[in-house]
């Protein structure tokens, strides 16, 4: 039971953590966007 208790402990963690990382990073996901959108335009453009 005890490794159970601990995978779920690890797993809110894990929850916890992406959610941070999602919020704190939220910034970068709208020049990563413009970043693949610019790579698309490349491809496309072959």
């Keep these: 039971m005890t490794a159970l208790h601990g ?4 797993w809110r963690g ?3 953590h992406v ?3 999602l919020e704190s990073n939220a910034w970068l ?3 990563s966007t413009r970043c693949q959108n610019r790579a698309i335009a490349c ?4």
């Design 43 to 46: 491809f496309n453009r072959d």
């Design 7 to 10: 995978w779920k402990t690890s």
């Design 14 to 16: 894990v929850i916890l």
């Design 19 to 21: 959610a941070l990382l």
């Design 29 to 31: 996901a709208t020049y």
